[in-house]
């Protein structure tokens, strides 16, 4: 199944759980109330399982951003791509390189190009 994003249609999430299951998730969170959607979702939430820093500190947006930069995209290109503002990109790599104490891009790409050539 793929991931969903901001930048999927409703259309194409029915096309991946198929028209009935997309059609009993669609009436099963239509019927539930502002208060029982709240309840869901912070009952989702649990409990910190990440470290707060190391690159298993990472959540999988500051990891796609450290993809995309590791590439030599600019902020804008990264925000393009992942449908977030270039300030929102400048703010996950801010947090990148505080979780990984890390100074710039270039020690950023350095350091992913080591680590995929070790996998």
């Known amino acids: 199944m793929a991931y969903w994003s901001r930048s999927c249609s409703s259309q194409s999430l029915a096309a991946e759980l198929g028209a009935d299951a997309f059609a009993s998730a669609w009436a099963e969170g239509a019927a539930l109330t502002l208060a029982e959607a709240v309840a869901l979702v912070g009952r989702n939430r649990g409990s910190r399982r990440r470290p707060s820093a190391g690159w298993d500190s990472l ?47 270039a020690e950023l790409a350095a350091e992913v190009s080591r680590r995929r050539a070790r996998s």
């Open 59 to 105: 959540t999988p947006t500051e990891l796609s951003v450290v993809e995309l930069a590791a590439e030599g995209l600019t902020n804008k290109a990264i925000a393009d791509r992942l449908f977030v503002s270039p300030a929102t990109v400048k703010t996950h790599l801010a947090h990148v390189f505080a979780k990984l104490d890390m100074a710039n891009r």
